[in-house]
């Protein structure tokens, strides 16, 4: 069974600020991926970035990486010089090579405010 | 543009009443979601289906029901069965045709359910 963990329910940032949203993860798979979805009050979820748990390097998109831990089993989110648009819910999820090929298992959330 | 579309945005549903939410993509892709997200909670899969013509249970599909009888369409319909529906539904699509664990989920906009 996999598992994903974010235990900051509520995380607040000054504008322009860094700010690391954390992620733990527990799997058997041998080989799976890590993904952080962002979703705004409007209630899509759009895709930020993803992590291969074979990949050598941290993922990096623009203003977002992904801060890559394999033997913590931790995949932690770093926005760099937050915007008041980065406000909204952040997920952590995972899917592994196996039995849960087609499942993607969703953490429960945090919910970043910037502040001006 | 290609997307995914979910229609009606709102829905509202009587007591022993069934509903259904519809889910349309032009992306052209051969797997599709429906996930449930409840306030507070991260979103868990009720049914999936890789190829039209087939779908399978996710982790609480009971009370629910779907048919997948075009590669464009995946309708999702919430039965009497299900007491407890409130929630917002999430539908979402992939290409599992790239193989591998980096197949990234793309999401419609989502449909919140109520009960009157």
């Known amino acids: 069974a996999q598992k994903i963990t974010q235990t900051q329910p509520g995380m607040f940032v000054q504008e322009k600020e860094a700010v690391t949203l954390d992620c733990t993860y527990d799997t058997s798979d041998p080989s799976y991926g890590l993904f952080w979805y962002k979703q705004p009050s409007s209630g899509e979820m759009i895709f930020l970035i993803y992590?291969?748990?074979?990949?050598?390097q941290n993922a990096t998109e623009g203003r977002y990486s992904l801060n890559f831990q394999k033997a913590r089993k931790s995949a932690n989110l770093v926005i760099s010089a937050s915007q008041l648009g980065d406000s909204a819910m952040y997920f952590c999820?995972?899917?592994?090579?196996?039995?849960?090929?087609?499942?993607?298992?969703f953490g429960k959330g945090t919910l970043l405010t910037v502040n001006p | 543009d290609g997307g995914i579309t979910q229609s009606p945005k709102y829905l509202f549903r009587k007591e022993g009443q069934n509903v259904t939410l519809s889910c349309e993509q032009n992306l052209n892709h051969d797997a599709m979601y429906w996930y449930r997200q409840d306030p507070g909670q991260g979103l868990r899969l009720i049914y999936y289906?890789?190829?039209?013509?087939?779908?399978q249970k996710g982790d609480i599909a009971e009370g629910y029901s779907v048919s997948r009888e075009k590669k464009e369409s995946f309708p999702l319909t919430v039965t009497s069965a299900q007491k407890n529906p409130t929630a917002f539904y999430l539908c979402a699509s992939t290409d599992p045709g790239q193989g591998g664990p980096n197949e990234k989920l793309f999401f419609g906009s989502g449909t919140q359910l109520s009960v009157l």
């Open positions: 992590q291969g748990s074979y990949d050598q």
């Open positions: 289906s890789q190829i039209v013509n087939d779908f």
């Open positions: 999820a995972m899917r592994g090579i196996g039995g849960s090929n087609y499942k993607l298992t």
